[in-house]
């Protein structure tokens, strides 16, 4: 039986660590998925410059539905190709919308966690236009900078964090402006979700239908990278896959992400710039500092081979 619901948001045409993430969840069976939403990239970015990013996110989410049989039984949403234009004003999507009816719903009991591995785009349209879900969720948010006693940015790192520059009024309207309960992963956070290629290699591209699919998108970086001359080393950070560590993979007893660390601090206020201003009255937010990659990873290579070892539905990809 699912413990809990979880929309998923994540811009699927980027990154293809969203890629990984959302197979690990949709092959999780204590999480309810109940609706896959495409997000942007950042203007003009490399994994997809067409300026309809959340649209081919919903693409790329309904290849990996196809390849689990699972098309007709998760819907897919897009988001908002555009970040928000103000603090009081919603960009509204199909991916808005389905959030705030699946948070408004009251047939059922089960608690609701909203994760995103891109920008917050969505769900602060959302609360823009129905601020009532701010009580009847959870956020889980990839993205921001370190925080001054977390430890440095990494060598040639940009700024805003990348997550965070794809929107950062949106990410105002969260942190400044809303009481949303938020669980928070920054930069120094999620690079902890770091896998070895030989790992991928003898875990996951053997893995039946799905693990070479995966295999694939990460390669698919590697070998852009490799033309223009950059090595990218003998790992890769499948950075937005804490998304599934701190939902589907809570404890047993007392349900918590009980092998991951985090500070409870005041919520910052982003400026601009993306930088944070501490503000001692914010309220408290969940600042994870250590993610439990073991579990996280063995869980994924396990259930890649479940996967691999039953009946394939069909599929076109």
């Not at 309960?181 to 290699?201: D, G, H, M, T």
């Not at 053997?206 to 698919?220: E, I, K, S």
Request: hydrophobic content about 40%.
């Amino acid at each position: 039986m699912p413990r809990m619901r979880v929309v998923i948001d994540n811009d699927f045409s980027g990154d293809p660590d969203g890629l990984v993430q959302l197979v690990h969840h949709l092959l999780s069976p204590s999480v309810e998925i109940r609706t896959v939403i495409g997000s942007a990239v950042p203007a003009g970015d490399p994994f997809d410059p067409t300026g309809r990013a959340a649209d081919n996110a919903c693409d790329r989410a309904l290849e990996v539905l196809d390849l689990l049989g699972l098309c007709d039984s998760v819907p897919t949403a897009p988001g908002s190709n555009a970040p928000l234009t103000s603090r009081t004003s919603p960009q509204p999507s199909a991916g808005a919308d389905a959030l705030i009816a699946e948070a408004m719903r009251t047939d059922t009991t089960l608690p609701l966690y909203t994760v995103f591995g891109a920008s917050l785009t969505q769900l602060a349209s959302a609360y823009l236009i129905e601020p009532a879900i701010a009580d009847r969720l959870t956020a889980v948010w990839i993205g921001g900078p370190e925080y001054r006693d977390s430890g440095a940015a990494p060598p040639g790192s940009s700024e805003p964090e990348y997550n965070l520059r794809i929107d950062v009024t949106a990410a105002q309207v969260v942190f400044n402006d809303s009481p949303i309960a938020l669980w928070q992963v920054p930069r120094n956070a999620y690079r902890q979700a770091i896998v070895s290629w030989a790992k991928l290699e003898t875990k996951v591209r053997p893995a039946g239908q799905l693990g070479a699919y995966l295999y694939r998108a990460l390669d698919d970086v590697r070998q852009r990278a490799a033309r223009h001359g950059v090595d990218i080393g003998e790992t890769y950070i499948v950075g937005d896959s804490p998304l599934v560590l701190l939902t589907a993979l809570q404890s047993s007893f007392e349900p918590d992400p009980s092998s991951s660390l985090y500070d409870l601090r005041p919520a910052p206020t982003i400026d601009d710039d993306g930088h944070y201003d501490h503000r001692h009255l914010g309220r408290p937010i969940r600042v994870y500092r250590h993610l439990d990659g073991r579990l996280m990873l063995d869980d994924l290579d396990a259930k890649l081979a479940v996967a691999a070892s039953a009946p394939q539905p069909h599929s076109s990809v």
